[in-house]
């Protein structure tokens, strides 16, 4: 099954999907810079979709305009699964699971950023506000 690559804007809450699609990492990642004229200091990401989500990459500093201070030299790929499980566990109110979201090293992974994606993760309002 083919993939398409599609740029995320998460200066936006939710965060939007630039309407563009891009056959391969690379050209998306490309594609970001060109994406960035017209999001100046905008906090972008790449979306690896097979409808749904399944990958998300953090680009380099260089082709985002903000964001946390990430230090990749290429973007760097982390599956929307794992990404939902941690999203989940920030919201958690369990002590256990808040610890472990603090021992991790999640930099690029704040909060912030994961609350932006929560409709491109599939994870609805609901699941954020149950006790």
């Given amino acids: 099954m083919s993939s398409t690559y599609r740029v995320l804007c998460l200066s936006h809450d939710p965060a939007i999907v630039i309407d563009r699609d891009f056959s391969t990492p690379n050209d998306a990642v490309d594609g970001a810079a060109s994406v960035l004229a017209e999001h100046p200091h905008c906090d972008l990401m790449v979306g690896r979709y097979s409808y749904p989500l399944i990958e998300v990459a953090c680009l380099p ?10 230090s990749h030299k290429h973007g760097k790929w982390v599956e929307s699964e794992w990404l939902r499980l941690l ?3 920030y919201d958690s109110t ?9 021992k991790g090293r999640f930099s690029c992974w704040t909060p912030d950023r994961l609350r932006r994606l929560r ?3 599939g994870i609805d309002n609901e699941a954020r506000e149950r006790p």
Avoid: N, Q
């Avoid at 369990?94 to 603090?102: F, G, L, T």
């Fill in 61 to 70: 500093f260089a082709y985002r305009g903000g964001g946390p201070g990430c």
């Fill in 87 to 89: 999203a989940l566990t």
């Fill in 94 to 102: 369990d002590p256990r699971m808040e610890e472990a979201a603090k």
């Fill in 119 to 121: 409709p491109e993760l």
